[in-house]
Nanobody
Framework: QVQLVQSGGGLVQPGGSLRLSCTAS????????MGWYRQAPGQERASVAL???????QYEASVQGRFTVSRDNAKNTVYLQMNELKPEDTADYYC?????????WGNGTLVTVSS
């Protein structure tokens, strides 16, 4: 069973940057999308940044221009570069890789933006 292992996250001041990483423990074939979701307390999990293979990206409006999703095929890894972070970006962040026949989720990492 392939697992997605997340790293990055933590506490950062407003205006700062973080990079989240999500690495698959094995090969995943027939990938449709790779992306990141977030869930703030009391809110539903929602899409933040999607990479629709091969190269189309979609961003939630509030992160457009600040967040960038990318991948490294050789490392089976998808990244989320987050710049100009705001307190409202505070949430648990989850990576997701959707393939034709399977749907994989990371176990989440907390990002806290606070001074």
């Amino acid at each position: 069973q392939v697992q997605l292992v997340q790293s990055g996250g933590g506490l950062v001041q407003p205006g700062g940057s973080l990079r989240l990483s999500c690495t698959a423990s094995g090969s995943i074939v027939d990938i449709v999308t790779m992306g990141w979701y977030r869930q703030a307390p009391g809110q539903e999990r929602a899409s933040v940044a999607l990479l629709i293979l091969p190269e189309t990206t979609q961003y939630e409006a509030s992160v457009q221009g600040r967040f960038t999703v990318s991948r490294d095929n050789a490392k089976n890894t998808v990244y989320l570069q987050m710049n100009e972070l705001k307190p409202e970006d505070t949430a648990d962040y989850y990576c997701r890789i959707r393939a034709v026949d399977m749907d994989y989720w990371g176990n989440g990492t907390l990002v806290t933006v606070s001074s």
